[in-house]
């Protein structure tokens, strides 16, 4: 199993920077995109940026300018930077990997194409 550990969060004032990591544990898999996502209270849960494999990365409208998104690829990890932070940044944030891997089904190894969420991480911008 691929898992995904979120750290880095934290309180800070507006204004301020955080930086967020995600690392990928697990045996034997591969990772193509990797994603930051947040979801403020009430809110529905959104994409802030993305790599597709060693692509450069998108980014949403919101955070474009603000935030720097990177990836280590040997270490399967993932970066955040986030400068200028706002109020309406406060949210969770939680990592998420397009995932594949093989396992064992009776006497064959199958592939597995997954996505997966770390716990998430919170942040909150305080004005």
């Known amino acids: 199993q691929v898992q995904l550990a979120e750290s880095g969060g934290g309180l800070v004032q507006s204004g301020g920077s955080l930086r967020l990591s995600c690392a990928a544990s697990g045996s034997a898999f591969e990772i193509n995109t990797m994603a930051w996502y947040r979801q403020a209270p009430s809110q529905q849960r959104e994409l802030v940026a993305e790599i597709v494999g060693s692509s450069r990365a998108d980014y949403a409208d919101s955070v474009r300018g603000r935030f720097t998104m990177s990836r280590d690829n040997a270490n399967n990890a993932a970066y955040l930077e986030m400068n200028n932070l706002k109020p309406e940044d406060t949210a969770v944030y939680y990592c998420?990997?397009?995932?594949?891997?093989?396992?064992?089904?009776?006497?064959?190894?199958?592939?597995?194409?997954?996505?997966?969420w770390g716990q998430g991480t919170l942040v909150t911008v305080s004005s």
């Open positions: 998420n990997a397009d995932v594949t891997y093989r396992t064992q089904s009776g006497s064959s190894r199958v592939r597995v194409d997954r996505k997966i």
